[in-house]
Nanobody, 125 residues
Framework: QVLLVEAGGGLVQAGGSLTLSCAASGLTFSTYNMNWFRQAPGKEREFVAAISWGSNAMTLYADSVKGRFTISRVNSKNTVYLQMNSLKFEDTADYYC?????????????????WGKGTLVTVSS
């Protein structure tokens, strides 16, 4: 059984930082692209960041977080991270980890194979 478990969410002031983690089990982690999505109340789930499998991992970011968020992975720990800096009120959302086995990175939630249950990030203004 594949499990993706997010951690690290919480309450932070605008301008602050937070690091999310996602621990994976039940899959060969190093062969999956790993992704972060988020969903704010009343809005659709949206792509945040992705990192490819392989030794020379490629990354992809939504325009709204580019330059502020950094995705990384440690295959030996089966864990993907999302470092979030300069947080804004509009970053408030449930953040979800997802895994896929596509040959290229995707921003579509329809392309994801597995999902975590999410962790809530609240940014106070």
């Amino acid at each position: 059984q594949v499990l993706l478990v997010e951690a690290g969410g919480g309450l932070v002031q605008a301008g602050g930082s937070l690091t999310l983690s996602c621990a994976a089990s039940g899959l060969t982690f190093s062969t999956y692209n790993m992704n972060w999505f988020r969903q704010a109340p009343g809005k659709e789930r949206e792509f945040v960041a992705a990192i490819s499998w392989g030794s020379n991992a490629m990354t992809l970011y939504a325009d709204s977080v580019k330059g502020r968020f950094t995705i990384s992975r440690v295959n030996s720990k089966n864990t993907v991270y999302l470092q979030m800096n300069s947080l804004k009120f509009e970053d408030t959302a449930d953040y979800y980890c997802a895994a896929d086995r596509r040959l290229s990175l995707s921003q579509s939630y329809n392309d994801m194979n597995y999902w975590g249950k999410g962790t809530l990030v609240t940014v106070s203004s």
